[in-house]
Every structure is written in structure tokens, then in C-alpha cells.
């Protein structure tokens, strides 16, 4: 079996941020990141220390969205510097 080494990095941001699309283009189209996932968070808060959930009676858009994508070292840190 062959074995590569492999770097994985992870963004923080929120629903409100409003980024996710133009980072996760970026990695595909610009950085050739080798995989990439979004997760998005059912529940979360930040610095303003306000809890932020997804239930039902109160719809929330600025739950915590963590992105995270692996690639060879060289490849993690270039995009990041970017």
C-alpha cells in the first residue's frame, strides 16, 4: 500500500459571513485542493457569546460552519497564505 502525507486545515466562519461558496470555488477551481467538506453546526456561538441553534420556531442563519480540506503540505500552506 502507498502512503502519502497529507496536510488538512480548518476555516471557522458562520452562515452570515457569506463565504462559503466563494471558498469552497476557490479551492476547487484556483487552489486544486485534493477534497474539501463543509460541515454545518446545529448549534454554536462565537465571541458575542450568543447561542445560535437551528430548531424549528426560530430559524436561525448564522450557525457555525467549519470547512475543512486536505492536500499535500506545500498545496495546505499556499492556499492559506492566499
Known amino acids: 500500500m502507498n502512503t502519502e502525507t497529507m496536510r488538512i486545515a480548518r476555516i471557522f466562519l458562520t452562515e452570515a459571513d457569506h463565504q462559503l461558496n466563494e471558498i469552497m470555488q476557490y479551492f476547487h477551481d484556483s487552489g486544486h485542493i485534493s477534497g474539501a467538506t463543509a ?8 465571541l458575542s457569546r450568543q447561542m445560535h ?4 420556531i426560530d430559524l436561525s442563519f448564522d450557525l ?7 492536500d499535500q503540505s506545500n498545496n495546505v500552506l499556499s492556499v492559506i497564505k492566499h
Open 39 to 46: 460541515y454545518r453546526g446545529i448549534e454554536g456561538y462565537g
Open 53 to 56: 441553534d437551528s430548531s424549528l
Open 64 to 70: 457555525p460552519i467549519t470547512v475543512e480540506f486536505f
